[in-house]
């Protein structure tokens, strides 16, 4: 009886898996399919194969980089509803249009666990990969290319993760479409190194908690960063350059991490902060942005050091009423326009540094003051506070203002072979 069950299980093991050539005839995955067994391996011939998939045991589908899955505008491509499906080499085009449906290149469904999709060239469909409840998936290394055929907010995400936990979103290559990873009531996943252009916002996340979005580089989309209504998340070491409103906005959203990010010639806000809370923000880069920080709604018990301000139009827009502190055990943050002096050598600057004052809200809250901005009453105003800070307003103060900015480690980005 020993022997006997040994036996069974070394049959039962994927080492007794088979490798299946399907030949590029219609229905031919579909047929070889339903001979394969758990564990097998079809690898498909070069071509278009004009089906669309649905995979629900432990199976791998590779095209060998040289086959193309097309749905003809019916549906998802390829639907996941098995465990330990691995989903690569192909190009996957032609799902249907159906946002009720979540019609993708490739859509995991719930009862999904575990699935691999990699090196996959996924293009013009309305959404890419749907994540849809699909625990510990991994989604890494593809091309995905979303539909330009519609307004942005008609489209649909290059990849969409819904509820589920343990999903890692990694070294994608998204572009177009409306968002490039958007993530909604999910917790415990991971993005990183992925690429983002072309779109309306690079990650965007809702209700999701307990993640990381690390080493992406955002390029000339509408937003970079978006966290919202988020907690105990980690945005670490990401690049944005050029995005048109913000590189990095935390809505509502406590308790996280914003590290050793570079954000560049963003055209509106570097980073906004809106009614967030218990946040750190440490190491970062904010340059040539039209505002450094815009930081408003009551935002409090944020911990801001060790970043650098460099040539932003306005470093710091706060109204309030009463004094923020930027630093943190004697560590506060580097200010490109800061005429600051360093006596003793220690690093620190021996001045406190202001980044407002009453003309800066006058004009936040009448724009039409900008009028008299080279008149001499406001010069004689900026003088007086400048000499008498008891005059200031309250709002933002570095009590330890750095002498250099950081330079946090820029992510590199290698085109795929």
Known sequence: ?????????????????????????????????????????????????????VLDRPITIDGMGKATIDGQGEGSVITVTGADVTIRGLTVIGSGSDHQEIDSGI???????AVIVENNSILGNLYGVDIHGAKDSIVRNNRIEGR????????????YVWNAPGAVVEANDIRYGRDGIFVNTSKKNRFSGNRFRDLRFAVHYMHAHDSIVSDNISLGNHLGYAIMYSNSVEIVGNLSVGDRDHGIMMNYTNKSIVKDNTVLETGDKCTFIYNAHK???????????????????????????????INNRTQVKYVGSKWVEWSLEGRGNYWSDGSAFD???????????RPNDVMDHVLWSQPAAKSLLGSPAVQLIRWSQSAFPALLPGGVIDKSPLMAPPTPEIPSWKERS
Not at 19 to 30: C, H, S
Not at 148 to 159: F, K
Not at 283 to 304: L, V
Not at 343 to 353: K, W
């Open 1 to 53: 009886m020993r022997w006997s069950l040994l036996i069974s299980l070394l049959f039962a093991s994927p080492l007794w898996a088979a490798d299946w050539d399907v030949p590029n005839e219609a229905g031919a995955i579909a047929r070889t399919l339903a001979q394969a067994a758990d564990g097998d391996t079809l690898r498909l011939s070069s071509g278009t194969y004009f089906e669309t998939l």
């Open 107 to 113: 859509q995991l469904k719930k009862t999904a666990r």
């Open 148 to 159: 330009q055929d519609r307004h942005m907010n008609s489209r649909g995400n290059g990849v």
């Open 279 to 309: 946040n750190s923000f440490s190491g970062n880069r904010f340059e040539g942005c039209g505002i450094g920080i815009h930081f408003t709604a009551g935002s409090e018990r944020n911990d801001i050091f060790e970043n650098g301000f």
């Open 343 to 353: 006596l003793d050598g220690n690093g620190i600057a021996d001045a406190a540094y």
